[in-house]
């Protein structure tokens, strides 16, 4: 069993954010505790007065991320999906979906070049599945809005059964498998709305298992070098 060397939770704490403060605190299932509840209440006025969280790359900016995964947190930290925090940060989710079903981060962010990950002009498979868990969440899976990121999704996936962050990464001008984190969310979550026989559902999670069995190789070789790496 891998042993960490150094505890990190008293860094944590002394240095993270309150959203990574919190995250943390749901994961050790901590969210009642009085250091839970203030960093909700830091991180809830931390949000715009449209509903946005401000853009962690720029915090002049609101940013499609942190709006998402900020309101996945305040739900998930005992936060109403009818209160104002959570239904104003859906409310404006729903108005920067892009054309084809799916969400990208705000143009006006820039993005340094090494997040490759991520794109404020096209859709990005991960991004968009928060959003669909964020709305199936709040009990909205069945409309229209969801069902068309379900639907871009699905058209997403690759030949070989994975997703690229966005059509135009690296891994896809490479031809590579996929992003393999992309590709277990996305697998995973089609696997809870469409069931586990559905075919997107085994062919993402074959793909993420030899994405597995890649690295486990890479561990024993000592070093790892693909052509086909990128997102």
């Known amino acids: 069993m891998m042993r960490l060397i150094h505890d990190p939770l008293p860094l944590i704490f002394s240095h993270g954010d309150a959203a990574t403060q919190l995250s943390c605190l749901e994961f050790l299932g901590l969210s009642d505790s009085?250091?839970?509840r203030a960093c909700q209440l830091a991180l809830v006025q931390q949000q715009r007065a449209d509903g946005a969280f401000p853009s962690f790359l720029d915090?002049?900016?609101?940013?499609?991320?942190?709006?998402?995964?900020?309101?996945?947190?305040?739900?998930?930290t005992g936060l109403p999906a009818q209160g104002v925090n959570v239904a104003s940060a859906i409310r404006f989710l729903l108005q920067q979906q892009n054309d084809d079903g799916g969400w990208c981060e705000n143009p006006a962010v820039e993005i340094p070049p090494e997040r490759l990950e991520l794109n404020n002009q096209r859709?990005?498979?991960?991004?968009?599945a928060d959003a669909v868990e964020l709305l199936r969440r709040v009990g909205m899976g069945h409309r229209q809005e969801c069902q068309a990121g379900l639907q871009w999704l699905r058209g997403m996936q690759n030949r070989h059964g994975g997703w690229?962050?966005?059509?135009?990464?690296?891994?896809?001008?490479?031809?590579?498998?996929?992003?393999?984190?992309?590709?277990?969310?996305?697998?995973?979550?089609?696997?809870e709305v469409l069931g586990e026989g559905d075919p997107a559902y085994l062919r993402?999670?074959?793909?993420?298992?030899?994405s597995l069995d890649e690295c486990v190789q890479d561990v024993d070789r000592g070093y790892r070098f693909r052509f086909s790496d990128g997102a």
């Open 34 to 36: 009085p250091r839970s």
């Open 59 to 76: 915090p002049s900016e609101w940013g499609t991320v942190s709006t998402t995964r900020n309101a996945l947190l305040l739900l998930s």
């Open 123 to 128: 859709s990005v498979t991960w991004m968009t």
């Open 164 to 191: 690229y962050t966005y059509s135009g990464a690296i891994g896809e001008q490479r031809d590579g498998p996929g992003d393999p984190d992309s590709t277990a969310q996305i697998s995973f979550l089609l696997g």
């Open 204 to 210: 993402g999670r074959a793909s993420f298992e030899r």
